[in-house]
């Protein structure tokens, strides 16, 4: 089992970058792929990017390519998205998500471990 603090989030302006960061606590953080979801409140929580635990292959929404990067750091059980070129509409409530042993998830159900969520917003 894996417990997973997200941190880094805040208000930036338009066009601006931040970087979140995903530490998780238990054994194995290697054998888990993680990923990145947002919500705005009365939306379905949405996809961003994931990063696999085998081979590192990372996949983005379409929206993300481009602006954001996702990486991870084994060796500190750590997970980043980095985003640049920020808009209003990527404020929303950032949360990552690990599920172990999978690859190319990308959708809420196929995580089963979640952080509590960091606050993103983006003034114009």
């Known amino acids: 089992q894996v417990q997973l603090v997200e941190s880094g989030g805040g208000l930036v302006q338009t066009g601006g970058s931040l970087t979140l960061s995903c530490v998780a606590s238990?054994?194995?953080?290697?054998?888990?792929?993680v990923g990145w979801f947002r919500q705005v409140a009365d939306k379905e929580r949405e996809f961003v990017a994931t990063?696999?635990?085998?081979?590192?292959?990372?996949v983005y929404v379409k929206s993300a390519e481009g602006r954001f990067t996702i990486s991870r750091d084994n060796a500190k059980n750590t997970v980043h998205l980095q985003m640049n070129s920020l808009k209003s509409e990527d404020t929303a409530v950032y949360y990552c998500?690990?599920?172990?042993?999978?690859?190319?998830?990308?959708?809420?159900?196929?995580?089963?471990?979640w952080g509590q969520g960091t606050q993103v917003t983006v003034s114009s």
């Open positions: 998500a690990a599920v172990q042993w999978k690859t190319g998830t990308t959708t809420r159900q196929e995580y089963d471990y």
């Open positions: 990063i696999s635990w085998r081979t590192g292959n990372k």
């Open positions: 238990g054994p194995l953080f290697n054998t888990y792929t």
